[in-house]
């Protein structure tokens, strides 16, 4: 069943952005005039899959869950920055994606499992608030803490908000 309404989800969103032949099939069938199955073959035939053939893991990437998450953080004197990051595979704006999504796959995704690193930090109070907002694996991620300066916040999330 999965692979026929991935099939089904990938026939419509190749015959509308393809070739103008495919796209007239594709609107003769959001019409009701065409033939859905001529449809499904015709995109089955463009992504390589025939029946009962081809690769399952054309199908099944295309259900897999959605990482992409905002990583944010705001210093208590205004200054603030903030990231996209995008999981599995890394993409975004984050300057290193790699590594922070192989950090959060450590801990499947839950910023507040992360440990602080051992390392030392000096007594300043300057506040920080991180905050990690999106979906990882189409999970729900909703994270924010406040840390008493960025050392702090940096030795808790490691790669994650260096940027």
Request: net charge positive; proline share 7%; glycine share 10%.
């Amino acid at each position: 069943m999965i692979r026929a309404v991935a099939a089904s989800a990938a026939a419509a969103a190749l015959l509308l952005t393809a070739d103008p032949a495919a796209a007239a099939i594709g609107s003769r069938v959001a019409a009701g005039t065409g033939n859905p199955g001529a449809v499904i073959s015709a995109a089955r035939a463009k992504i390589g899959l025939t029946a009962g053939t081809g690769s399952p893991g054309a199908v099944i990437s295309a259900a897999r869950p959605k990482t992409e998450l905002t990583l944010s953080y705001m210093a208590f004197n205004g200054y603030a920055a903030a990231v996209v990051l995008r999981c599995h595979p890394a993409g975004g704006t984050h300057p290193k994606k790699v590594k922070a999504c192989r950090l959060l796959t450590k801990v499947d995704g839950d910023p507040g499992l992360l440990k602080p690193a051992a390392t030392p930090c000096t007594l300043e109070y300057a506040p920080v608030t991180a905050q990690i907002k999106g979906r990882w694996r189409g999970r729900p991620v909703d994270w924010s803490r406040r840390f008493g300066n960025r050392c702090e916040m940096n030795r808790t999330t490691g790669v994650l908000m260096t940027f």
